[in-house]
């Protein structure tokens, strides 16, 4: 169980939560990081006394040091600066809650540094699965799932008798703000609309991802690398009301599911006070007054992100973190108003191909297709 933890990405939504399991929950909070939010992170070191932060801008972190210099608590910068706080000595867990491919070098420096890994940066495993988690078993590191649906799914899995007894994990989607709609329909949505989420508060790139159900393709890859399952045994669901967060089906065909009303300080916490439980503050689950739970195939042709994750990593190597960093650049553009909602998809399409192939590969690969996926997506 965690006692000391550092939080990278501490100001965006997970981080902000994280923080509130660990107000609740009486963790020490060792180390924090952020992209560049100096107001929000000199509230956190104010109040949970730190004894590093680092921003990633150099001149957010130059502010940040003058503004801190009056209490004890060491400001780094840059990406050197976040994998020091990961690495840091004194605490236990790291809890990562970086948002996009950037998190793959503090989770790897985290790894090295035999930290138990709280994980709700997906796209470090689906840019480096095989890397972190040939790091993990070097270092002898736990990873544990925060994503909610792989928190649900880890949750189902508890007393297994053997990986051998799983016959399929049933992800469950919610479909997002565009549920029901036709190409047609969404060719003009604005990014206001995709940032219309039905049931979860979550930052701009996870929200459109989301919209795109990109969100569900990276997360069967996540399954994937977490759970040890091929590709085609993860069903995807869409389940509007987002209650059932996840489910396994056992070789009896009996399914597990893992339920609760959507607020991630409940697998926040579980990842955290793994295997024990606590009291936590979120509402209890009340079945009768929800009244009723609804199912759906997903639509493959207009949400078609999520085929091409499913083909990213049944081709395997760096086709995953390919098609994640199009993504990345692919959502950022539309979120600037470059390019249409349906054209997301269409760029990301684009790697395939066009990148090269690899069976085994290093962080410098990693960080080449980065860069190669993020150009391919910006050239006309
Ligand atoms: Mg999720």
Same mark, same amino acid.
């Given at each position: 169980?965690?006692?000391n933890l550092?939080?990278?990405?501490?100001?965006?939504?997970?981080?902000?939560q994280?923080?509130?399991?660990?107000?609740?929950?009486?963790?020490?909070v060792?180390?924090?990081?952020?992209?560049?939010?100096?107001?929000?992170?000199?509230?956190?070191?104010?109040?949970?006394?730190?004894e590093l932060?680092?921003?990633?801008?150099e001149?957010?972190?130059g502010?940040?040091?003058?503004?801190?210099a009056?209490?004890d608590t060491?400001?780094?910068?840059?990406v050197?600066?976040?994998c020091?706080?990961?690495?840091?000595e004194?605490?236990?867990?790291?809890?990562?809650?970086?948002?996009?491919?950037a998190?793959l070098?503090?989770?790897?420096?985290?790894?090295?540094a035999?930290?138990?890994i709280? %994980?709700? +940066?997906?796209?470090?495993?689906? #840019?480096?699965?095989?890397?972190?988690?040939?790091?993990a078993? $070097?270092?002898? =590191? !736990?990873?544990?799932?925060?994503?909610?649906e792989?928190?649900?799914?880890?949750q189902?899995?508890?007393?297994?008798?053997?990986n051998?007894?799983?016959?399929?994990i049933?992800?469950?989607?919610?479909?997002?703000?565009f549920?029901?709609?036709?190409?047609?329909? %969404?060719? +003009?949505?604005?990014?206001?609309? #995709?940032l219309?989420h039905?049931n979860?508060?979550m930052?701009? $790139?996870?929200? =459109? !991802?989301?919209?795109?159900?990109?969100?569900?393709g990276?997360?069967?890859?996540?399954?994937?690398?977490?759970?040890?399952?091929?590709?085609?045994?993860?069903?995807?669901?869409?389940h509007?009301?987002?209650?059932?967060?996840?489910a396994?089906?056992?070789?009896?065909?009996?399914?597990?599911?893992?339920?609760g009303?959507?607020?991630?300080?409940?697998?926040i916490?579980y990842?955290?006070?793994?295997?024990?439980?606590f009291?936590?503050?979120?509402?209890?689950?009340?079945?009768?007054?929800?009244?009723?739970?609804?199912f759906?195939?997903?639509?493959?042709?207009?949400?078609s992100?999520?085929n091409?994750?499913?083909?990213?990593?049944?081709?395997?190597?760096?086709?995953?973190a390919?098609?994640?960093?199009?993504?990345?650049?692919?959502?950022?553009?539309f979120?600037?108003g470059?390019?249409?909602?349906?054209?997301?998809?269409?760029?990301?399409?684009?790697v395939?191909?066009?990148?090269p192939?690899?069976?085994?590969?290093?962080?410098d690969?990693?960080?080449?297709?980065d860069?190669l996926s993020r150009?391919?997506?910006r050239?006309?």
């Amino acid at each position: 169980m965690t006692k000391n933890l550092s939080i990278l990405g501490s100001t965006g939504s997970i981080g902000k939560q994280s923080l509130d399991v660990c107000r609740k929950c009486g963790y020490k909070v060792k180390a924090l990081t952020a992209f560049s939010s100096v107001d929000e992170i000199e509230k956190q070191a104010r109040e949970f006394k730190p004894e590093l932060v680092a921003l990633v801008d150099e001149n957010a972190a130059g502010d940040l040091k003058t503004r801190l210099a009056d209490t004890d608590t060491k400001v780094l910068a840059g990406v050197d600066g976040v994998c020091e706080c990961a690495a840091l000595e004194s605490a236990d867990t790291v809890l990562n809650s970086v948002v996009g491919m950037a998190g793959l070098k503090p989770t790897l420096a985290a790894i090295k540094a035999k930290k138990k890994i709280a %994980l709700a +940066n997906k796209e470090t495993l689906v #840019a480096g699965g095989q890397l972190v988690y040939s790091e993990a078993e $070097k270092y002898g =590191v !736990d990873i544990l799932p925060v994503d909610s649906e792989h928190s649900a799914i880890f949750q189902c899995l508890q007393g297994r008798p053997s990986n051998k007894a799983l016959k399929k994990i049933i992800l469950t989607a919610s479909g997002g703000p565009f549920f029901g709609k036709t190409r047609d329909e %969404l060719k +003009n949505v604005t990014v206001e609309n #995709a940032l219309n989420h039905p049931n979860w508060a979550m930052g701009a $790139k996870i929200t =459109v !991802d989301s919209a795109t159900m990109m969100n569900k393709g990276l997360e069967l890859i996540e399954a994937v690398w977490l759970f040890k399952v091929k590709p085609e045994d993860i069903d995807i669901v869409v389940h509007r009301e987002s209650i059932v967060h996840s489910a396994v089906e056992y070789d009896d065909n009996s399914v597990i599911a893992q339920l609760g009303v959507p607020d991630m300080r409940i697998p926040i916490q579980y990842a955290l006070t793994y295997p024990e439980r606590f009291e936590s503050p979120v509402e209890e689950l009340n079945l009768a007054q929800i009244g009723k739970l609804t199912f759906y195939n997903p639509d493959y042709s207009t949400f078609s992100c999520i085929n091409l994750c499913k083909k990213a990593i049944s081709m395997g190597g760096l086709m995953p973190a390919a098609v994640n960093s199009a993504n990345e650049q692919a959502n950022l553009m539309f979120r600037k108003g470059e390019i249409g909602f349906l054209e997301i998809a269409e760029r990301v399409e684009r790697v395939f191909g066009r990148v090269p192939e690899y069976t085994d590969y290093t962080l410098d690969d990693v960080m080449e297709i980065d860069a190669l996926s993020r150009e391919i997506v910006r050239g006309d």
